[in-house]
Structures are given as C-alpha cells and as structure tokens.
C-alpha cells in the first residue's frame, strides 16, 4: 500500500505544472529561447516540431542531448546548431526530456 501511494505522488508530481515551469526556466537559464520558440520557429526549429520529428525514447534523448552540446547541421535544411559546451550533461538531458514532452 505505501509503494502504491509513494508511485502516486510521484506520477502526481511529474505531471504537475510547476515541473514544466522550471523546465521552462532551464531554457531560459541556458539561452536556448535564443534561437528557438516552444511552437514558433525563430533561427532554428520550434521544440513542438522537434518533438513531432523524433520518438520519446531513451536513444532520442541520448541523441537530442548530446546535439544540445555538440551542436549539428543538416537536420532542418541549413540550420546550423552551435555546439553548447557550457550546458551540463544533466541540464542536456533534462532539456531533451523536456523538448520531446512537448509532441
């Protein structure tokens, strides 16, 4: 019984808006909104189309983070991704977990 309500809350908390918020931060804290719009495109693509574009999976988010970090072309005709070194390997894949919840 306590494992059953321990797994509620945690379902509870991982759907609440608050969660989304600071991952909304995180995009801010990382200059990400620079270059791209949650449902609007600006320099590179919107994270809603990201998100459409990939599966919701551990190897997604393994790709989507290191490119966070390494940077890419190509993907979205001649975008070109700077490579963002300064990003943490956590804020990365929070970041890409965050983006592919978007779909």
């Given at each position: 019984?306590?494992?059953?309500?321990?797994?509620?809350?945690a379902?509870?908390?991982?759907?609440?808006?608050?969660?989304?918020?600071?991952d909304?931060?995180?995009?801010?804290?990382?200059?990400?909104?620079?270059?791209?719009?949650?449902?609007?495109?600006?320099?590179?693509?919107?994270?809603?189309?990201?998100?459409?574009?990939?599966?919701?999976?551990?190897?997604?988010?393994?790709?989507?983070?290191?490119k966070?970090?390494?940077?890419?072309?190509?993907?979205w005709?001649?975008?070109?991704?700077?490579p963002?070194?300064?990003?943490?390997?956590?804020?990365?894949?929070?970041?890409?977990q965050?983006?592919?919840?978007?779909?």
């Amino acid at each position: 019984m306590r494992s059953l309500l321990c797994l509620s809350l945690a379902l509870t908390l991982v759907g609440s808006p608050g969660l989304a918020f600071a991952d909304k931060e995180l995009l801010q804290k990382n200059n990400c909104l620079a270059c791209h719009g949650i449902d609007k495109r600006k320099y590179g693509p919107n994270f809603v189309d990201v998100a459409r574009k990939y599966d919701n999976d551990s190897a997604t988010v393994a790709m989507i983070s290191k490119k966070i970090q390494t940077g890419g072309t190509g993907v979205w005709g001649e975008d070109i991704m700077p490579p963002q070194p300064q990003v943490s390997d956590a804020d990365a894949l929070a970041l890409a977990q965050f983006i592919l919840s978007l779909k």
